[in-house]
């Protein structure tokens, strides 16, 4: 009976070593890195979001918000973005195109997410930057014929030239969007706003040469965002893509020193957009319980039939050339972007 007792006694003393060495490793490790390891451990077990306070089954989740900032630095690109063009031997026209550079541009996210994988988001990017070319001691020409020739804007064959193409885009989206595994899938109503504005003038005079192509519409968004953990860091890479329809109309019209103007309207335009971003993502767990995070990626956007500044031409000055309308170009962006946000 003696060592029995010894015996239970010596247990209660381990267990109460093992309970006080417990306690002091808690107290280094911290509540957040105790957290990060339990939940670790649930999923390496298929534990997470099963039974407890994760009541997602019955959408009775604690929601969530969050915002990010973009900056979006990309560069424009198009099928023909012509700023005029200098006849050559043969009266072949040689076209010079603008040169377009690396531009910032802000793009902000607010949504709201739940444990149970519903959610919303609404997004706003702006893009409104200018660039230039010009020539001098070359025979330089830049025009706008109307469909029947019977209307012409031009600055025809002069020696000093200099142009400007000024592209302004405006993009919303508003989605609901549902969280599956790793994957956010998204759907929703896309506005978009595309203004560009060509000028062209003869240096030292009072010839010039304006044109503005607008467009305004609206149409279904759907995206899906992929985010793949990597490792037991707190990095992880991801890939976002987007496609969108725009139906809207297209303005383009314009008009020199005289008083010619030429118009050309339509009511049914269409934009196709496709979008990709390919990046990384760094996140960490504050001791308030939000996450800050970090994203870098690369960007690529394609827009069918956006249009550009002035019309793309064909062929020599015989009459025989043909003209690209200017509504006819497609355009694109590339570049990356850099991005913060808070989750809470």
Not at 29 to 55: M, P, T, W
């Amino acid at each position: 009976m003696q060592s029995h007792g010894r015996m239970g006694a010596i247990l209660v003393l381990v267990a109460a070593a093992l309970s006080l060495h417990v306690v002091a490793r808690a107290d280094d490790l911290g509540y957040n890195d105790l957290r990060r390891r339990i939940e670790d451990l649930e999923r390496s077990q298929g534990l997470a979001g099963v039974g407890g306070d994760n009541c997602c089954d019955d959408c009775c989740c604690q929601d969530a918000f969050y915002a990010v900032y973009e900056n979006v630095i990309v560069e424009p690109h198009f099928t023909h973005d012509p700023a005029f063009y200098v006849q050559g031997p043969g009266d072949v026209f040689a076209e010079r195109s603008f040169d377009w550079d690396l531009e910032y541009s802000p793009r902000v996210e607010f949504g709201r997410v739940t444990d149970c994988g519903m959610g919303w988001r609404a997004r706003w990017w702006n893009f409104d930057h200018t660039t230039a070319q010009s020539a001098t001691g070359v025979d330089a020409q830049a025009s706008f014929s109307g469909g029947d020739d019977n209307t012409t804007v031009e600055l025809d064959f002069v020696g000093n030239i200099a142009a400007t193409h000024r592209l302004e885009v405006d993009v919303i989206d508003v989605e609901a969007t549902v969280m599956s595994g790793n994957a956010l899938f998204s759907a929703g109503v896309r506005y978009a706003r595309m203004d560009q504005v060509y000028f062209a003038q003869q240096v030292g005079t009072t010839n010039f040469i304006r044109a503005a192509h607008d467009f305004e519409g609206f149409g279904p968004t759907v995206g899906v965002d992929v985010l793949a953990p990597l490792s037991n860091s707190d990095l992880a890479g991801f890939v976002k893509v987007r496609g969108s329809l725009l139906y809207g109309e297209s303005l383009f019209r314009a008009n020199d020193e005289t008083t010619a103007v030429l118009l050309r309207s339509l009511d049914n335009d269409l934009i196709g957009i496709a979008e990709i971003q390919l990046g990384v993502d760094w996140r960490r767990c504050l001791d308030n319980g939000s996450t800050f995070f970090v994203t870098v990626a690369l960007e690529a956007q394609l827009w069918t039939n956006a249009g550009t500044g002035l019309p793309g031409r064909v062929g020599t000055d015989d009459g025989n050339y043909q003209n690209e309308g200017a509504q006819e170009a497609d355009m694109g962006f590339f570049g990356f972007n850099i991005g913060t946000g808070l989750v809470w």
